[in-house]
Nanobody
Framework: QVQLVESGGGLVQAGGSLRLSCTTS????????MGWFRQAPGQEREIVAA????????YYADSVKGRATISRDNAKNTVYLQMNSLKPEDTAVYYC??????????????????WGQGTQVTVSS
């Protein structure tokens, strides 16, 4: 069974940086569109960033645009989310997700077939 495993979360001060990683056992990772989502307490899950399976197209939520970079290393079956200039409002559980059909509809959560267990990011002020 294909799994997604996130890592890299933690506690960081405002203004700091984190790099989240998501590794999958899926052999067809290079054909998956990947997304990063987050959910803060009491709020709905929202998209943070997404990257097409080709790596050539990316999407960023307005809230992180200019502060986040999504990238992938298909040789390592890994997608990354680099977050800089972190703010307390970035505090959330971050999830990676995979659209194994290879489509690219980053905003449609229902298009993502696989989800990781999440990693907590806490930004202190």
């Amino acid at each position: 069974q294909v799994q997604l495993v996130e890592s890299g979360g933690g506690l960081v001060q405002a203004g700091g940086s984190l790099r989240l990683s998501c590794t999958t056992s899926g052999r067809a990772f290079s054909r998956y569109t990947m997304g990063w989502f987050r959910q803060a307490p009491g709020q709905e899950r929202e998209i943070v960033a997404a990257i097409h399976w080709s790596g050539g197209v990316t999407y960023y939520a307005d809230s992180v645009k200019g502060r986040a970079t999504i990238s992938r290393d298909n040789a390592k079956n890994t997608v990354y989310l680099q977050m800089n200039s972190l703010k307390p409002e970035d505090t959330a559980v971050y999830y990676c997700a995979a659209d194994i059909a290879g489509g690219y509809r980053p905003l449609l959560q229902e298009k993502y077939d696989l989800w990781g267990q999440g990693t907590q990011v806490t930004v202190s002020s």
